[in-house]
């Protein structure tokens, strides 16, 4: 139904002389390659995340340097300009950030927008991602930024004002209030975060309303609700929930007999009861972001009959406006028949606005991460099951409306999934807990499950369910045994209850017990003396190029359990390891750069190190299938074909360099094919000059 997307940007233009890059751009500053090169460096499959680039212009604005192009920007008409240059005197807010702010444009991203309608309801929650003390006056030089939570924190994303326009009209999300800009800034910021504009096409307003929330979503098949549907949208609003819903049974955005659109994310920002001349009516509000094309049924802006039967001043109360304004009201029932799923954003308390009657849940978050060996143990039916992170979770707080259970909402997350361009296939198993440990060991897990979710290679699954008072065991686990990844485990309670990790006996323990908690410890240096190496090597610039990326390597290596292994890091290697990681298209790695490459670095290492069994510094050609598996890669026959002819030694033994060749390799490729397959079909159409960047610059 809503199609979720993978970073999306498109290059063409080769680069130009990077140093020369500020000389060449003109009053348009959007026609220069220089630019072009420079916004597309995105397509390398480094995050776009907190690594902007910002020049000043020559009218002294700021330039976004970063920001990645995508195909349709570039289209014969079309123009970057400022607001103030659309309009004399433009506004960030006009009287006040509203859900009918936003109209729809080109990009088919109902989903992005359905979310900002739902945010807009909620001030507190706006003020978060859009800081409202930006505007068009004073202190104005260019430049807008917006937060949007990202794995348990909140980052900032900074954007120039440049907005892609046609006839001097925006071509993406605009406000009724033309000169009102909010709402475009927003959905620029977010589609950087995200990958370029092209990449918020089709999605799940879900994923939207995590990153703009920081809540936990939950998606319901509304023929499959088996409680009073009225009661549960009660009490979904009633803990500040944020709901979105489509129905997804037609041809994508076309009309049913009745107006609302198949396969279109609405926003659902109320509930009420509506007191007639026949008495009371349960009515819901429904938003389409589009701001315009409404419902055609009973209720509706477009027959009054039933409207004729509400005083003026109940509809006051109600808000209510005859117009096209995208937004309307239908009946329970109503809403029930012509929409069939509903994605929920629960909110959190800290989420809540200070004084507000609405009761959030109590969030608990732990960040965890599954090591083959250590912590990724598989399914259940796997031998190594309760290796897999354990959490105990003590239920004490009855549900008001509840005899003897407690309702809690568990949510797994992939972190950095879209970055790495490989989705792990997860789920979720609640367990009674011991009555004496906080764990379970493996005799324990015999016993079988309370509760699980089915495994998916979503990026957050989700368990909903209601226990009595008592102590129980969560375990997030990976399909198969031994795959390498981190995530998120967040856990939502009444007020009492609680989630903590589980105190359990590990391989890990038996480590830290040897002074060494991960293989790569034994390996390579330590975070400071990597630092150390890192200015010892970098230019004055503070920039690393590949012949001193590999003396780098060369003396990190030196002193390990893995000594003798740099004799086999070629120039050749570390020019490889430069350029898939390099975020400013130099061929140079800056610091952040490097960190990032030294994160891969130590979990691939504890991945050889530990598949490395006769300890020789070198895998066997039968022991590379599986340490790609630990790592996320899956491979087919005719691929390991391929990796024993390119990337093997003579004996057929991977070195341990090449082993991270190899794997930057393949996860590198792996991200780029994910980029242009915008469609998620599984196969890409890409034109010469692609082909030849892609390849070439690898």
């Not at 140093?19 to 060449?24: I, M, R």
């Not at 990202?150 to 000169?179: A, C």
């Not at 879209?418 to 440990?437: D, F, K, M, S």
Request: charged letters at 20%; one cysteine or more; glycine letters at 8%.
């Amino acid at each position: 139904m809503f199609k979720s997307r993978s970073l999306s940007s498109e290059s063409s233009l080769p680069p130009p002389d990077s140093d020369d890059a500020d000389s060449q751009c003109s009053d348009d500053l959007m026609g220069s390659q220089s630019r072009l090169w420079l916004m597309n460096m995105g397509a390398l499959g480094i995050p776009l995340e907190g690594g902007e680039v910002e020049t000043v212009g020559r009218d002294g604005l700021c330039v976004d340097y970063h920001f990645p192009v995508g195909q349709l920007e570039m289209e014969a008409g079309v123009r970057w300009m400022r607001p103030k240059e659309l309009f004399s005197s433009p506004k960030f807010i006009v009287d006040g950030a509203s859900r009918l702010d936003i109209c729809q444009g080109k990009l088919a991203d109902c989903w992005v927008l359905s979310a900002i309608a739902s945010l807009a309801n909620h001030p507190e929650l706006l003020k978060k991602v859009v800081p409202l003390n930006q505007s068009f006056q004073d202190g104005y030089n260019g430049r807008f930024f917006f937060r949007f939570w990202q794995y348990g924190q909140w980052e900032e994303v900074r954007i120039d004002d440049l907005l892609p326009t046609l006839n001097n009209k925006l071509i993406y999300l605009s406000s009724p209030e033309k000169h009102e800009f909010w709402s475009s800034l927003l959905e620029k910021a977010y589609a950087k975060l995200k990958g370029g504009y092209r990449a918020l096409e089709l999605g799940h307003p879900h994923e939207a309303m995590v990153d703009m929330t920081g809540g936990v979503t939950e998606v319901f098949s509304l023929p499959l609700v088996s409680k009073d549907l009225l009661e549960l949208l009660r009490s979904l609003l009633a803990k500040g929930a944020l709901i979105n819903c489509a129905n997804g049974k037609g041809e994508l955005e076309k009309k049913n007999e009745m107006g609302i659109m198949y396969r279109h994310a609405y926003s659902l920002t109320a509930v009420e009861k509506v007191k007639t001349t026949d008495g009371f009516k349960d009515l819901v509000r429904i938003l389409n972001p589009w701001g315009h094309t409404e419902w055609e049924g009973a209720w509706s802006d477009y027959d009054g009959n039933e409207w004729t039967k509400v005083s003026a001043e109940e509809q006051k109360r109600l808000g209510r406006v005859r117009q096209e304004d995208g937004e309307f009201w239908m009946s329970v029932s109503d809403f029930h028949l012509n929409f069939d799923t509903m994605e929920v954003c629960h909110l959190t308390e800290a989420q809540s606005a200070p004084g507000s009657d609405v009761s959030p849940w109590k969030c608990v978050m732990h960040h965890g991460a599954w090591m083959p060996n250590i912590t990724a143990g598989g399914p259940p039916g796997s031998n190594f099951f309760w290796q897999n992170p354990q959490f105990l979770l003590v239920l004490s707080e009855v549900d008001r409306n509840s005899q003897n259970g407690c309702s809690f909402i568990v949510a797994l997350m992939q972190k950095y999934q879209r970055r790495r361009g490989i989705n792990l296939t997860v789920g979720l198993h609640i367990y009674q807990a011991h009555p004496q440990n906080t764990f379970l060991s493996a005799e324990d897990l015999r016993r079988g499950f309370l509760f699980c979710t089915s495994y998916s290679t979503r990026r957050e699954v989700v368990l909903r369910t209601s226990l009595p008072p008592g102590r129980y065991i969560i375990i997030p686990s990976t399909s198969e045994p031994n795959q390498q990844g981190e995530f998120l485990l967040r856990v939502l309670t009444e007020p009492g209850s609680h989630a903590t990790p589980a105190h359990k006996p590990t391989p890990l323990d038996v480590l830290s017990r040897r002074e060494h908690s991960f293989p790569h410890q034994a390996a390579l240096p330590s975070d400071a003396a990597i630092r150390k190496l890192f200015h010892r090597h970098s230019n004055q610039e503070g920039l690393c190029k590949p012949v001193r990326l590999q003396r780098l390597l060369t003396e990190a290596l030196q002193g390990g359990v893995l000594a003798g292994s740099e004799r086999y890091l070629s120039l050749e290697h570390c020019k490889s390891l430069v350029v898939l990681m390099d975020s400013q298209g130099k061929a140079k790695l800056n610091w952040s750069d490097f960190q990032l490459l030294w994160d891969k670095i130590r979990k691939w290492t504890d991945i050889f190190l530990v598949y490395d069994t006769n300890k020789t510094h070198h895998l066997e050609y039968k022991e590379v299938e599986p340490a790609l598996k630990a790592a996320g890669i899956m491979v087919n026959g005719l691929v390991m074909q391929l990796v024993g002819l390119r990337y093997t030694e003579s004996d057929l033994t991977i070195s341990y360099p090449g082993f991270l060749f190899l794997l930057m390799k393949m996860e590198s490729m792996i991200h780029k094919f994910q980029v242009h397959d915008v469609m998620g079909l599984g196969t890409i159409t890409i034109s010469y000059t692609q082909w030849l960047y892609m390849t070439l610059y690898s």
